[in-house]
């Protein structure tokens, strides 16, 4: 199956709902593929806040349920959330990739690199309230599984942007936010070759974020109870954002 994204298309994600709730994100989209306007990139970062806010209205129920199995009735539904709301802040980001790109090629006549700003922004954002969430999670661990959260992403000065390596999956380290590394390189005055360099580099990035993400998610397959393996992978989701952003 695949799912068109304006005049390109990308393998769907792959969700199973239910027991064995997995993710699996089967493709990125690359930085050439979609090229909205920044109108309608910011009507498009506006469903990402909403699906946030949902995700923390879901994480509430889970939290304010009284039993274990209450708790795990709400469990497939915040995964569900979550695959959601990853998946479209990879969109997002790709998204922006593409304005930048476009802008570079046309000597901008189209495209923005402003878009990769606007992401940024909205993902810092987010970024501070899924940390909120994850301390809350770990609040919420049963006896003796409080070690298993997903290690956080630490980001060094955020204006200093160095890249980062697929070495990041064996050895975490601080980093700099990915999208924040392109707009650096691309705002004006820019050199074209360098802002080029770091969109194609920015690209690779992504699809690391994505597997990572991925490898965060299929490590709790087996996890249970059913709401602490929703909660551990809300970890996840905050480690995604947080490169991304």
Same mark, same amino acid.
Request: net charge positive.
């Given at each position: 199956?695949?799912?068109?994204?304006?005049r390109?298309?990308?393998?769907?994600?792959? +969700?199973?709902s %239910? +027991?064995?709730?997995?993710?699996?994100f #089967?493709?990125?989209? %690359?930085a050439?593929?979609?090229?909205?306007?920044?109108?309608?990139?910011?009507?498009? !970062?506006?469903?990402?806040?909403?699906?946030?806010?949902?995700?923390?209205?879901?994480f509430?129920k889970i939290e #304010?349920?009284?039993t &274990?199995?209450?708790?795990?009735?709400?469990?497939?539904? =915040?995964?569900?959330?979550q695959? #959601?709301?990853a998946?479209?802040?990879?969109?997002?980001y790709?998204?922006a990739?593409?304005?930048?790109?476009?802008e570079?090629?046309?000597?901008g006549?189209?495209?923005?690199?402003?878009?990769?700003?606007?992401?940024? /922004?909205?993902?810092?954002?987010?970024?501070?309230?899924l940390d909120? !969430?994850?301390?809350r999670g770990?609040?919420?661990a &049963?006896?003796g599984? @409080?070690?298993?959260?997903p290690?956080?992403?630490?980001?060094?000065?955020?204006?200093? @942007? &160095?890249a980062?390596s697929?070495? /990041?999956?064996? +050895?975490?380290?601080?980093?700099a936010?990915?999208?924040?590394?392109?707009?650096?390189?691309?705002?004006? &005055?820019r050199?074209?070759?360098? *802002?080029?360099a #770091?969109?194609?580099?920015?690209?690779? /990035? %992504?699809v690391?974020a994505?597997n990572? =993400?991925?490898?965060?998610?299929?490590?709790?397959?087996?996890t249970?109870?059913?709401?602490?393996r $929703?909660?551990?992978?809300?970890? *996840?989701?905050? $480690?995604?954002? @947080?490169?991304? $952003?």
């Amino acid at each position: 199956m695949k799912i068109q994204l304006g005049r390109a298309s990308v393998r769907s994600i792959a +969700i199973v709902s %239910g +027991i064995g709730a997995s993710a699996i994100f #089967a493709g990125f989209v %690359g930085a050439r593929e979609t090229v909205p306007q920044n109108a309608q990139f910011q009507t498009s !970062l506006r469903a990402n806040e909403m699906q946030l806010t949902g995700i923390e209205r879901s994480f509430a129920k889970i939290e #304010a349920a009284r039993t &274990p199995a209450a708790k795990d009735a709400l469990a497939d539904g =915040f995964e569900r959330e979550q695959t #959601a709301y990853a998946k479209s802040m990879q969109e997002r980001y790709s998204a922006a990739l593409a304005q930048a790109d476009l802008e570079v090629k046309t000597n901008g006549k189209q495209g923005s690199v402003a878009a990769l700003k606007l992401f940024e /922004d909205l993902a810092q954002s987010h970024e501070a309230r899924l940390d909120t !969430l994850s301390t809350r999670g770990k609040r919420m661990a &049963p006896a003796g599984m @409080a070690m298993m959260w997903p290690a956080t992403v630490t980001h060094v000065a955020r204006q200093e @942007a &160095p890249a980062w390596s697929p070495m /990041d999956l064996l +050895i975490p380290r601080a980093q700099a936010a990915i999208a924040l590394v392109v707009y650096n390189a691309c705002k004006q &005055p820019r050199d074209n070759k360098v *802002c080029a360099a #770091a969109i194609l580099k920015g690209t690779q /990035d %992504g699809v690391v974020a994505r597997n990572t =993400f991925n490898a965060c998610w299929a490590r709790y397959e087996g996890t249970r109870p059913k709401w602490w393996r $929703a909660t551990l992978r809300a970890g *996840c989701t905050a $480690a995604l954002v @947080a490169r991304l $952003a």
